[in-house]
């Protein structure tokens, strides 16, 4: 999502969605800086997606997909607690029978039985 400018849409599907759990980390993003540049960069990207898309909800079948989710996490020896937000953003694509694309497939690894992770 951060950089979704730059990267290269024949990698991207045709059609798209964000989750409400990515939307409130763009939200935060402007906070989370003290340069100018930076926050107004990262206020038109909250800006942008907005408009662009209706965000996918974290519902009740996200949050029994996370315990799943959190236990191929935590067998694999990756914390949780640092990457609640991945696993909540993944355990909602594998909710709805979504892949998650993502620029960093490694991290979601462990996931790869449960969500199909698609490298961008």
Do not use: C
């Not at 402007?30 to 997606?49: K, S, V």
């Not at 909602?92 to 992770?117: E, M």
């Amino acid at each position: 999502m951060i950089d979704h400018d730059l990267i290269d849409p024949s990698l991207l599907p045709d059609e798209s969605a964000i989750t409400a759990i990515s939307l409130a980390e763009l939200t935060a993003g402007p906070h989370a800086t003290e340069n100018t540049d930076e926050r107004a960069r990262r206020q038109d990207r909250l800006q942008w997606a907005t408009a662009t898309w209706d965000p996918l909800p974290f519902d009740a079948e996200s949050a029994r997909m996370y315990g799943r989710v959190f236990a191929a996490a935590l067998a694999a020896g990756q914390s949780s607690r640092a990457r609640l937000a991945d696993l909540l953003i993944a355990s909602t694509a594998a909710a709805i029978g979504l892949p998650l694309y993502t620029r960093n497939a490694v991290d979601f690894g462990p996931l790869k039985r449960i969500v199909r992770i698609v490298q961008i």
